[in-house]
């Protein structure tokens, strides 16, 4: 069928001055990164990835070697997609005076800030009783990266 006149031209023009090629390549660049960042969260999903839980000694504060390379594989496992923001999860420590308890469970958070602080964007502390006493579980926040 061929548009011949006033509605042929119409619809021609109206067609021409509603493409943006500019926009349309942003727009298809936009999709295609965000379902590749989709896919990649998937992926690490199934890889167990957004979360590490860390055991501390009753009353130590301090990461041992074992701990650290945990906390560097972690970190590396997400490096690709930037800095993820982190929630941290500190169960309070197995001490019988609740405010040294509380001031333990401080110090670990100030020390996995210390080691953590080149690899994320952000950290949100969460202060934990019903945890496991000594446990520290980190985990990543959604998308929230910074390249």
């Not at 560097?72 to 997609?81: E, G, L, T, Y």
């Amino acid at each position: 069928m061929i548009l011949t006149g006033s509605i042929g031209s119409l619809l021609l023009s109206g067609c021409a001055s509603s493409y943006d090629p500019v926009y349309d390549h942003h727009t298809l660049l936009s999709s295609i990164n965000k379902l590749r960042f989709q896919q990649k969260l998937e992926e690490q999903s199934q890889n167990n990835n957004q979360e590490l839980s860390i055991v501390f000694s009753p009353g130590e504060f301090l990461l041992k070697a074992e701990q650290t390379h945990q906390l560097m594989d972690f970190f590396k496992s997400w490096q690709a997609q930037g800095k993820p923001a982190i929630n941290l999860q500190i169960a309070p420590s197995q001490h019988s005076r609740p405010f040294q308890s509380l001031n333990i469970a401080r110090k670990r958070y100030h020390r996995l800030q210390q080691v953590m602080s080149p690899y994320v964007s952000t950290v949100e502390w969460v202060y934990s009783p019903e945890n496991t006493p000594d446990t520290v579980v980190l985990r990543v926040k959604g998308d929230q990266y910074v390249q």
